[in-house]
C-alpha cells in the first residue's frame, strides 16, 4: 500500500500518526499490526534485510532525489512523482566481455539475513496467519533488463540473443545464489515464497511465444527446482497484465499461486481463468487497482469482491486482495470498503446472496 494511502488510512481510522516509507522503491508502507488486526488480514510478511554492503542514500539533484542500488541501476524521483523511476542502466552498452569483470552484488550478504530469521520463527511457531516470505529480488527477469534497460533488452532478444542468455544466465546464477542463502535459514518457516517477474502488459506479452519458451520458461523451472529442495512452502509468482496464454506454462513448471490476476488486463477475465486454470492454480489479486479502487464508491468495490468471490472462490484457490499494491490515489473509505466486504462475503461457505 501506497504510504500516502497508509497515512491518510490512519487518519481515517482516528490514529493520530504518520509512518515512513518502507519501500523506497515504489514508496510503499509496512501496514503495522494493529492495522493488520482491524483489517481482518491473515497473511504476515518476512521481508529481506538491507544489504551491509549498500545504503539508501539519495542524492539531491535539480531533477528530483537520485539513487543508486546494490546492482549499480540509478532512479530518480522528481519533486511531482510518486515513485522512482529508472534512468541509468548501467550495462546499456555491454558486451559479453563485460559480464565478467561488472561489480555484481554479493547474493550472501548477511545483511539480508537481518531481523529476517527471527520473525518467520516467531510468526510459525505463533501459527496464526500464512508465513509468506516476500523473497524475489526482483528475480533474474526484471534485473536484467533494469541493468540492460528495457528497450534494449527487448531488442537484443531479437538481434543479440546470445548476450541477452549470457546476462540472464548471470542474474539467474546470483538470484540461486540468494535463494539458497535465504531459504537455508528460514524456508522451514515458510508457507508461501514470493517470486515474480512481469511478462506482459495491459493488452498482451511483452514478448513472443517463442521467447517466453527459450529465455524465461527454463529459467523458471530451475527457480521452482531450487525452492522446492529448500522448503515445502507454495510457490508465488507475480506478473502483471495480459498473463492467460502463459498460466499453462506457470502451472507445468510447478508454480502454485498466480499474482495479481489483473482482471482488467485483455485475457484476464475472472469468470475464464476459474474455469480453464482454477483446478491447477491458485490466484491471488482480482480486486481492481486501476479503475474500482481509485475511483469507484463503496457500494463498487463491494460489488467488485462480491463478484470475484462469486466466479474464483468456489472450490477454494482464491486469496482475494488488491490488484498489486493499493496506490497513492485510493480513498481511505474504499480500502475499509474492501476489507469489509471480504470479511462479509469471503466466508466459507460461500453465502447463495453472492
Request: net charge negative; charged share 25%.
Amino acid at each position: 500500500i501506497s504510504v500516502i494511502t497508509y497515512n491518510n488510512l490512519l487518519k481515517q481510522l482516528g490514529i493520530d500518526r504518520e509512518v515512513g516509507f518502507f519501500d523506497w522503491l515504489r514508496q510503499n508502507a509496512d501496514p503495522e499490526e494493529e492495522i493488520l488486526q482491524k483489517l481482518g488480514v491473515d497473511t504476515r510478511y518476512v521481508y529481506i534485510g538491507k544489504p551491509r554492503s549498500w545504503k539508501f542514500a539519495p542524492v539531491k539533484r535539480e531533477d528530483g532525489s537520485y539513487v543508486v542500488d546494490e546492482w549499480g541501476c540509478g532512479f530518480i524521483k522528481p519533486p511531482i512523482t510518486l515513485y522512482y523511476n529508472l534512468i541509468n542502466s548501467p550495462l546499456k552498452e555491454a558486451t559479453l566481455t563485460d559480464l565478467d569483470d561488472y561489480p555484481w552484488p554479493d547474493p550472501r550478504d548477511p545483511g539480508y539475513l537481518d531481523g529476517m530469521v527471527y520473525r518467520a520463527k516467531w510468526l510459525a511457531e505463533e501459527g496464526q496467519y500464512a508465513v509468506i516470505g516476500d523473497f524475489a529480488w526482483e528475480t533474474w527477469y526484471e534485473r536484467a533488463w533494469k541493468l540492460r534497460g528495457m528497450e534494449k533488452f527487448y531488442l537484443d532478444m531479437a538481434i543479440n540473443r546470445d548476450f541477452i542468455h549470457a546476462l540472464l544466465d548471470k542474474t539467474l546464477e546470483l538470484h540461486l545464489e540468494f535463494l539458497d542463502h535465504v531459504l537455508s535459514t528460514c524456508g522451514e518457516y515458510l508457507d508461501v515464497i514470493i517470486q515474480g517477474g512481469d511478462f506482459a502488459g495491459q493488452q498482451t506479452t511483452l514478448m513472443s511465444p517463442e521467447d517466453y519458451l527459450e529465455f524465461i520458461k527454463p529459467r523458471q523451472e530451475k527457480t521452482v527446482e531450487l525452492i522446492r529442495r529448500k522448503t515445502k512452502a507454495k510457490i508465488f509468482w507475480h506478473s502483471c497484465g495480459a498473463i492467460s496464454t502463459l498460466i499453462p506454462h506457470f502451472i507445468d513448471v510447478g508454480i502454485d499461486i498466480v499474482n495479481p490476476v489483473q482482471v482488467r488486463a485483455a485475457g484476464m477475465d475472472a469468470k475464464r481463468l476459474k474455469r480453464d486454470f482454477g483446478s491447477n492454480i491458485c490466484f491471488w489479486g482480482g480486486i481492481d487497482t486501476q479503475q474500482v479502487l481509485p475511483r469507484g464508491t463503496c457500494a463498487n468495490v463491494e460489488s467488485e469482491v462480491r463478484q470475484v468471490i462469486r466466479e474464483m472462490a468456489p472450490g477454494g484457490g482464491l486469496v482475494i486482495c488488491a490488484v498489486h499494491n493499493i496506490q497513492a490515489d485510493v480513498p481511505p473509505e474504499n480500502v475499509l470498503c474492501l476489507y469489509d466486504s471480504v470479511k462479509r462475503w469471503g466466508g466459507y461457505p460461500l453465502s447463495k446472496n453472492l
